[in-house]
């Protein structure tokens, strides 16, 4: 597993195409959201623990640094989505050669998203400082 | 093959589904509470639609788990159990899922 991972760190050094880093942070955003799934399930749970116990850990997910976590979650769950368009865009064929161009308009379709998301969090952010 | 495809085939429907569920928890509320999670799943459309969203997403994610696991090289023996052990966890996070949803019916 070592020599895997030190070989893929090889071949993406070799060559710096950006369809390769693509395919790598998939994985990695995949990993982790599916890590994110669990957690969220078990957050969810604490309905079983009463109204009072999950509004306080609901209320609680909403401080500044959560907020921001949240933001990360969102970023992930974005390129996830948007990147999963574009493999199977490409995996159709018509669009092998058009890749790059995929991959900058879902550049721009993800920002716009993100951008969206922040706009939604940031007041929450603030109002807690304030 | 088949694995391929519906990872696909449920890739699309998550974009959809997600937008949706995150929707109604986070644009059509001011804020996640018990009773607004009550209000909501007081209509049983909404109690299966998380219920569908939680099985699917479970299928996208552990089939993605197993494909990037494969990728390792772990052998048929290792990969037989890998695929057992995934839908042992999907199933009982699936129910696990139901479990935590009852208290929002009740």
Do not use: C
């Not at chain 1, 969220?40 to 009463?50: A, D, E, M, N, W």
């Not at chain 2, 391929?4 to 959809?16: A, K």
């Not at chain 2, 494909?67 to 990969?79: C, E, M, P, Q, S």
Request: proline share 3%; aromatic share 12%; charged share 10%.
């Amino acid at each position: 597993m070592i020599t895997f991972i030190r070989k893929s760190l090889e071949e993406i050094g070799r060559n710096q195409r950006v369809g390769m880093w693509a395919w790598v942070m998939q994985r990695i955003t995949g990993v982790l959201l599916a890590l994110y799934l669990i957690l969220h399930v078990i957050v969810i749970s604490t309905s079983q623990q009463g109204t009072a116990t999950f509004d306080w850990l609901a209320s609680s997910l909403q401080s500044p640094g959560w907020l921001l976590l949240d933001v990360a979650l969102l970023i992930g769950v974005v390129f996830h989505g948007l990147n999963g368009i574009r493999i199977i865009a490409v995996d159709f064929g018509a669009m092998a050669r058009a890749q790059k161009a995929w991959l900058y308009a879902m550049a721009a379709v993800g920002l716009v998203l993100v951008a969206a998301g922040i706009w939604g969090i940031l007041p929450k952010i603030v109002g807690h400082a304030l | 093959m088949w694995p391929w495809v519906l990872q696909r085939v449920t890739g699309i429907l998550i974009l959809g589904l997600i937008g949706l569920h995150f929707w109604v928890t986070h644009y059509a509320v001011p804020s996640v509470t018990f009773g607004g999670v009550v209000d909501r799943l007081r209509l049983p459309i909404w109690f299966h639609f998380d219920l569908a969203l939680l099985a699917v997403i479970l299928y996208h994610a552990l089939n993605g788990v197993r494909t990037v696991v494969l990728d390792f090289n772990i052998g048929r023996r290792k990969a037989v159990f890998l695929d057992w052990g995934l839908v042992a966890f999907g199933v009982a996070l699936l129910a696990f899922g139901s479990w935590a949803l009852l208290p929002f019916r009740h």
